[in-house]
């Protein structure tokens, strides 16, 4: 509860009330001016007319005087009540801003802690893919739960509980940032990682293929009646036609209707022209999020 006191005073009210004091002080001495020059000048004997009026004088002023009063208090009262509603509002206010703020820094703190172990999330998340790109909600769920208890709740401590509710939500949203790092300096297996959630951001069903015996394909993606092998090459060089050859002799394995090699860097002129016999779209990781087109745009429709 707002204490009155931190109220400041309400100068209005002190001025209004000094006013009325001084009518009513003035009407007062009026009446008693008049009492005396009744009594100065018309017959001494005549005491009735001179409590009449003195009696009527004190009715007039009595009242107004305490009227008077009764009206600056009550208003200064309302001012006061006013205040300090004014005041509990404004600190009501500064008080959300701040849990606001407190939330805002603790949603941060988890959207870091999720960069931090990006290649891990999304190995978690290609493994709950099924057979035929699916994932595995509860699967998924699980492994994020399991990722909440072992990394956020440590690091957030009490805090943790106060966003519970959104950190599954905030999981998936840190993870479709475009914040992944440098392709260059990421290990053969975290590139493909990098693939599979650039392709599922743009809406693809992703599964990843094993890594010994994969038949030269990295990655399938699906969409639609798309069924895509991909070849993932992280160089810093040309890509020869190696990986072209790769993805052509695994797309059958797969049952893919499109062979795609996303690299890191350029292509010879070899892998180029094996692709354009083969029907191989060959792309930088940068234009995975505009798959579809670039393959309608090749092939037509599927």
């Keep these: 509860m707002t204490d009155e006191r931190q109220v400041p005073p309400d ?17 007062v001495a009026a009446a008693i001016a008049a009492l005396v ?19 009527a004088a004190a009715a007039v002023v009595g009242p107004w005087l ?15 009540k006013t205040s300090a509603a004014k005041l509990e509002k404004k600190a009501a206010a500064s008080e959300e801003k701040r849990r ?15 960069l931090n172990k990006l290649p891990e999330l999304r190995r978690a998340r290609s493994a709950a893919v099924g057979k035929w790109g699916e994932l595995d909600l509860a699967k998924w769920e699980a492994e ?3 990722f909440s208890r072992a990394i956020l709740m440590p690091a957030l401590g009490a805090a943790y509980f106060r966003i519970v509710e959104r950190v599954p939500v905030l999981i998936d949203e840190a993870m479709a940032t475009p914040e992944f ?24 069903l992703v599964t990843g293929t094993k890594v010994t015996g994969d038949q030269g394909v990295d990655l399938v993606a699906t969409l639609g009646a798309w069924r895509v092998a991909i070849q993932c090459k992280r160089y810093s060089g040309s890509v020869p036609n190696s990986a072209v ?47 579809e087109m670039l393959l309608v745009e090749a092939k037509g429709a599927p």
């Design 181 to 204: 790092g440098d392709p260059l300096t990421m290990t053969g297996i975290d590139y493909e990682e990098f693939c599979a959630a650039a392709l599922r951001d743009a809406g693809w």
């Design 37 to 55: 020059y009744w009594l100065w000048y018309e017959d001494m004997a005549n005491w009735g007319a001179v409590v009449f009026w003195t009696i």
């Design 100 to 114: 606001l703020a407190d939330v805002d820094a603790h949603v941060k703190r988890v959207r870091e802690l999720v």
């Design 144 to 146: 994020k739960s399991d």
């Design 11 to 27: 100068l209005g009210a002190n001025k209004a009330l000094t006013i009325g004091q001084a009518f009513a002080g003035m009407s």
């Design 66 to 80: 305490n009227t008077s009063q009764a009206y600056m208090d009550w208003a200064a009262s309302e001012r006061r």
């Design 245 to 291: 050859q790769e993805v052509e002799a695994g797309a059958a394995f797969y049952g893919a209707n499109a062979k795609v090699v996303v690299s890191t860097g350029a292509y010879t002129a070899a892998a180029r022209s094996l692709a354009s016999a083969t029907g191989t779209l060959l792309l930088n990781y940068e234009q995975l999020p505009t798959l």
